[in-house]
C-alpha cells in the first residue's frame, strides 16, 4: 500500500501489507471460462490510527496448505512511515519585536520514521514588511544546500533529514520602520519530505511600536514664554498616564497634570515661572507594554525661555501756575 498527503499528487513509498510473497499459480481459481481468476473484493478501509488493506490470495500461512484462495487482510498503523517530518517545527524570537530591529526565525527539520529523507525541502518565503539580512541563513556544514532569492523573497533548503538526527536552518529579517503598532508577523515554512509528505509550519511575532514624543508647548528654543503658560506634550501613542514624570529646571512647584481622553496628550500647569528665565524640561512615561519613551521629531529634554517683566508707566497730573 501506499499514501499521499496532499491529495494524490504524490505518493510515498509503497509499504508492505502482506505477510509473504505467495505465488498465484498454486491452486489458481479459474472462472466459467477456464480463466485464471483472482477475486474482485480487493479494498482499503481506515480510521485515525490504522489502515485495513484487504485482499485476495492463496497464501499459506501455516494453516492453508491446499492453498485455496481466502480474504487477508493487514492491520497498517498510520503512523508506521518510512520518512516522518511531522515532528519539525519553526520558532521565531523575539516574540515581540520594534520597527527595524531582526528576528531570528529558525526551523527545526526533524525525522522520526526509519529512513532517511534524501531530499527534504524547505522552503520559507520572508514576511511582508521585512527584509532578509544578508549572510544570516545558516545550517550544518557539510549537510545539503541552501540560499535566499531575492525575487522570491524565499529562503531555501535542501538535502537529507536522518532519523534521529534533526537539520536545524536558521535566518534573520530586519522589521520595516514603517510597521504599525501590535501588527503580527506571521509566515509559514513549507516543507517536503521527499517522499511525498508535505508539512507546514507557522510562526509568528508581534510588532511593538514605542511611544515618542510629537511636539511640545512651548516648543524648544521658543522665547518670549509667558510665566504662566502650561506645559503641553503630545505623544504618538497611548500611555500609561501613572508612569509619567516630568521635571523642569528650575523647578516653579504647584504641578499637576490633565490627559486628554486617548491618553496622548498632557497638559501640565505649574506655579508663575520666572521672567526672563531659560527652563529646561523633560518628560518619561511607558506605554501599555512598558516601553519607554524613544527619540521623535521633538526633542525630550527641551528648553525655552520667559517673558520679560511688563512695563510699568507712571503717569503725574501736569500742573499749572499762574495765569498763563
Do not use: C
Amino acid at each position: 500500500m501506499t499514501r499521499s498527503f496532499d491529495d494524490g499528487q504524490t505518493w510515498v513509498p509503497n509499504i508492505r501489507a502482506s505477510a509473504q510473497t505467495w505465488d498465484w499459480s498454486l491452486n489458481l481459481p479459474l472462472d466459467g471460462s477456464g480463466y485464471g481468476f483472482i477475486g474482485d473484493y480487493q479494498g482499503i478501509a481506515s480510521n485515525n490510527d490504522f489502515d485495513f488493506p484487504f485482499w485476495n490470495a492463496t497464501a499459506n500461512l501455516g494453516e492453508n496448505a491446499e492453498n485455496y484462495q481466502e480474504i487477508f487482510i493487514a492491520l497498517v498503523p498510520t503512523d508506521l512511515l518510512q520518512v516522518d517530518l511531522s515532528p519539525s517545527l519553526k520558532t521565531v524570537s523575539p516574540a515581540q519585536v520594534a520597527p527595524g530591529e531582526a528576528l531570528t526565525f529558525s526551523v527545526v527539520l526533524a525525522n522520526t520514521g526509519p529512513d532517511e529523507a534524501p531530499a527534504a525541502r524547505l522552503t520559507d518565503t520572508l514576511p511582508v514588511s521585512t527584509t532578509y539580512v544578508a549572510g544570516s541563513l545558516s545550517f550544518p556544514p557539510g549537510v545539503g544546500t541552501g540560499g535566499y532569492d531575492p525575487a522570491t523573497r524565499a529562503i531555501t533548503w535542501t538535502g537529507p533529514v536522518s532519523a534521529g538526527v534533526p537539520v536545524t536552518v536558521t535566518f534573520q529579517a530586519t522589521v520595516g520602520l514603517a510597521v504599525a503598532d501590535h501588527q503580527v508577523i506571521e509566515n509559514v515554512a513549507h516543507i517536503a519530505d521527499g517522499a511525498g509528505g508535505l508539512y507546514e509550519r507557522t510562526a509568528a511575532a508581534e510588532v511593538l511600536v514605542a511611544p515618542f514624543v510629537v511636539s511640545t508647548s512651548p516648543g524648544d528654543g521658543e522665547s518670549g514664554v509667558p510665566v504662566g503658560a502650561p506645559l503641553v506634550v503630545t505623544f504618538s501613542a497611548p500611555v500609561v498616564a501613572a508612569t509619567l514624570h516630568y521635571t523642569t529646571t528650575p523647578d516653579p512647584g504647584g504641578w499637576s497634570a490633565t490627559w486628554s481622553p486617548d491618553y496622548t496628550v498632557v497638559t501640565l500647569v505649574h506655579s508663575p515661572l520666572a521672567y526672563l528665565e531659560v527652563y529646561t524640561a523633560r518628560v518619561t512615561v511607558e506605554d501599555a507594554e512598558g516601553q519607554a519613551l524613544v527619540p521623535g521629531p521633538a526633542p525630550n529634554p527641551w528648553t525655552f525661555s520667559t517673558q520679560g517683566p511688563p512695563t510699568r508707566r507712571l503717569y503725574l497730573p501736569l500742573v499749572r501756575k499762574g495765569g498763563g
